[in-house]
Structure formats: C-alpha cells, structure tokens
C-alpha cells in the first residue's frame, strides 16, 4: 500500500492506493470518474487514454502507486465548466459518435495530437496518431472530420497535404 498526492482535472487528490491498482480503476472506482473507459484486457483500445503530465498514456497500463506528484486529466477535465471544449463540440457537430465508448478516449487523445502540432495537422498524420484507439461502430471518417474541425477551432491550420 502507498499514499499519493497528485493532482486530478486540477483537484488535490490524497489515496492509500494498493500496489496492483491501475490508474484506470483508482480513477473509475476510488474518484468516480466514469468517463474513462475500459475496452479491452490487452492495451489496445484506447478507451482508457488519459493524460498524464501533459502526455497520453493508457491507464489501464499505468499503476496509481507511481503516481505521486503526478498531473491527471481525464474527459471530466476537459470542458471548462458548462461550456464544451472545442473537440468535444466537434465530436458532437461532426457525428463522430455512436455508442460513445471510445469517445472520451478519442477526444483526449485528439486534443494531445493536435496541441502537438502547432504548425498545422493533415488527415494523413491524423490517421496516423489515432493508431492506438479503436472504435467499433463509428467509422474513423467522422471521427478524422471531427479532429481536424477541432484543431481549426483549437487555431492549428488544416493543411490539405502533407506539407502543404
Ligand atoms: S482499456 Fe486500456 S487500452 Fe483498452
Ligand atoms: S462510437 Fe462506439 S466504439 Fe466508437
């Protein structure tokens, strides 16, 4: 058993966390934030994808007893009150939804590929980045609509080619 102090969508958090905890489960079961997902049992999906000091991690990958002094966002962290994050109003306008279940996933990690790429983002490197997310009933079309929406709205150019 360990305690950790971190941070969780801009809270003070302090846990007695055991050993084997995944961040996935200490987030869903010990702080009820439900909107991180669990899709599969082999670190595939990307349901779970969160971050973590400012990068993507899978949490079903990560042990909460390493967390200490650590910064977490999940989907619960994204809008700024009532009003809905860019790319999650592009999700919604785009329909890039279905069941939602890869959603939040997909929204975290569209938000990290796109402040990465502050000199412009094409649909080729979007597809590229969304390697580690699946989603099951959708399509990837919307879903690669929806980022690039998100990243003109977020103000990263929508380049045509790569490089163009
Ligand atoms: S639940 Fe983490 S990658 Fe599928
Ligand atoms: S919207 Fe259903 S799995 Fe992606």
């Known amino acids: 058993m360990s305690r950790i102090e971190l941070s969780v969508n801009g809270r003070a958090r302090k846990l007695d966390v055991e050993d084997k905890l995944l961040l996935v489960d200490m987030l869903r079961e010990r702080l009820e934030l439900t909107g991180t997902h669990v899709g599969c049992d082999t670190s595939q999906c990307g349901a779970c994808v969160v971050r973590l000091n400012g990068d993507t991690v899978k949490s079903c990958s990560v042990l909460a007893a390493t967390l200490d002094g650590a910064e977490i966002t999940t989907i619960e962290g994204v809008a700024a009150g009532s009003d809905l994050h860019p790319m999650q109003r592009a999700f919604s306008e785009c329909h890039a ?41 959708t399509g990837y079309v919307n879903i690669v609509a929806a980022i690039l929406k998100g990243a003109a709205d977020m103000g990263v150019p929508v380049l045509t080619e790569e490089g163009a």
Not at 107 to 130: H, N, Q, R, Y
């Open 97 to 137: 939804l279905q069941c939602g279940y890869c959603t939040p996933g997909l929204v975290i990690t569209a938000i990290d590929i796109v402040e990465k790429s502050p000199d412009g983002l094409t649909a080729a490197a979007v597809v590229k980045e969304l390697k580690g997310n699946i989603c099951r009933c």
